[in-house]
């Protein structure tokens, strides 16, 4: 987890993104979050909101091949990081709520559309991460 990268050539692409992208899309999940409390007077499930970001990419490392971390291991030639996290929390009995936040997190082309207010969170604070470290920094 502490070593993997982001994503295979795009964003996060070093040794250690993977933390990264965690840390950052968490953070800014949580401001969000705060935003939409605090001004706009919506009630969050924060906790659902924290667990689902941060564990969002949870079975990302085992998908990467440990000796060449852009090909996908075994496991990750046949299944895709956001299927395999889906299932360990499901397996692990995380409550629906964070389980349908990390299902939707992909978006329009993931397989799961975000239903929830917290859904929806996750799945822009990742967005918003994946651009911050693949693009702006890039141009910075
Ligand atoms: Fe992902
Ligand atoms: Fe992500």
């Known amino acids: 987890m502490f070593f993997s990268p982001g994503v295979k050539k795009a964003h996060h692409f070093y040794p250690g993104g993977l933390f990264d992208h965690i840390l950052s899309t968490t953070n800014i999940a949580i401001s969000i979050t705060f ?3 605090k001004i706009y007077g919506y009630h969050v499930d924060f ?17 990467y091949k440990l000796e060449e971390l852009d ?14 996290s889906v299932m360990k929390l499901f397996q692990e009995g995380f409550p629906l709520k964070v389980i349908h936040a990390v299902a939707a997190n992909h ?6 559309r975000p239903e929830t207010i917290e859904a929806m969170i996750v799945r822009l604070s990742d967005y918003i991460d994946s651009k911050l470290n693949g693009n702006i920094l890039r141009k910075a």
Request: proline share 8%; aromatic share 8%.
């Open 35 to 37: 935003q939409l409390e």
């Open 71 to 84: 090909k996908n291991s075994s496991l990750g030639y046949y299944l895709d990081h956001l299927t395999l």
């Open 107 to 112: 978006g329009e082309p993931g397989p799961t």
């Open 47 to 63: 906790d659902a909101v924290i667990a689902a970001s941060f564990l969002h990419d949870i079975m990302k490392p085992v998908t």
